[in-house]
Nanobody, 115 residues
Framework: QGQLVESGGGLVQAGASLRLSCAGSGSIVGIYNMGWYRQAPGKQRDLVATITRGGTTNYSDSVKGRFTISRDNAKSTVYLQMNSLKPEDEAVYCC?????????WGQGTQVTVSS
């Protein structure tokens, strides 16, 4: 059973940076496609960024140029570097690992951005 644990969230001012981490059990990060999603109160969960097994990245238009997703397979960890944070980035950020046959989610980490 795959397990994902996010960390690195917190309260920051607009314009600041945060780096989120998602630690996966075993070698899950090296085997699966990985992604970050976020959900603000009263809103649906939205894709933020993904990175495939081969390293191809994809970003939502709202974070492109500000956020960077990366992976360290040796540490079984995926990162989300978030720069120039805006109040509208405030949400619970969740990590996802998926393949054709499997789909795993972490519990999430709260990011709060004050204006």
């Amino acid at each position: 059973q795959g397990q994902l644990v996010e960390s690195g969230g917190g309260l920051v001012q607009a314009g600041a940076s945060l780096r989120l981490s998602c630690a996966g059990s075993g070698s899950i990060v090296g085997i699966y496609n990985m992604g970050w999603y976020r959900q603000a109160p009263g809103k649906q969960r939205d894709l933020v960024a993904t990175i495939t097994r081969g390293g191809t990245t994809n970003y939502s238009d709202s974070v492109k140029g500000r956020f960077t997703i990366s992976r360290d397979n040796a540490k079984s960890t995926v990162y989300l570097q978030m720069n120039s944070l805006k109040p509208e980035d405030e949400a619970v950020y969740c990590c996802r690992a998926w393949s054709i046959a499997r789909n795993y989610w972490g519990q999430g980490t709260q990011v709060t951005v004050s204006s």
